[in-house]
C-alpha cells in the first residue's frame, strides 16, 4: 500500500462521505445534525476509510492466489463498501440523526 493509492482513495471518499452525511441529514433522516456529531462523524469516518484501505489491500492481496484473482479489486472495493454501509448507516439513523420526542 503506498500514499498514491491511499491519499486519492482517503480524499474521494471522505468527499462523497461528508457530502452524504449533509444529504442524508437533510433528505433521507430529516434530522438535525450537531457540531459534536459532525466531528464525532469525521473521526469515525476517518478511522473507517483507513481500515478500508487496509482491508481492500488485505482481501486484494489474500486473493492473489487463488482462482478469485481476477476478481480481486472488485471483491475488496465492495468489502470495503459494505463495511463502511454497515457502520455509517446505522450510526446515523440511531445516533446522529435519530427523531427526538
Do not use: D, H
Request: charged content about 10%; some cysteine.
Amino acid at each position: 500500500m503506498t500514499w498514491g493509492y491511499v491519499l486519492p482513495f482517503f480524499l474521494s471518499n471522505f468527499i462523497a462521505n461528508i457530502y452524504g452525511y449533509f444529504m442524508n441529514m437533510k433528505a433521507t433522516f430529516r434530522g438535525k445534525g450537531t457540531r459534536a456529531g459532525l466531528i464525532a462523524y469525521l473521526v469515525i469516518l476517518c478511522l473507517l476509510i483507513l481500515f478500508s484501505t487496509w482491508l481492500q489491500g488485505f482481501l486484494f492481496g489474500r486473493l492473489q492466489g487463488t482462482s478469485l484473482a481476477a476478481l480481486g479489486r472488485t471483491v475488496a472495493a465492495m468489502a470495503a463498501g459494505l463495511v463502511q454501509m454497515l457502520v455509517l448507516f446505522p450510526l446515523e439513523k440511531f445516533v446522529l440523526f435519530r427523531k427526538r420526542n
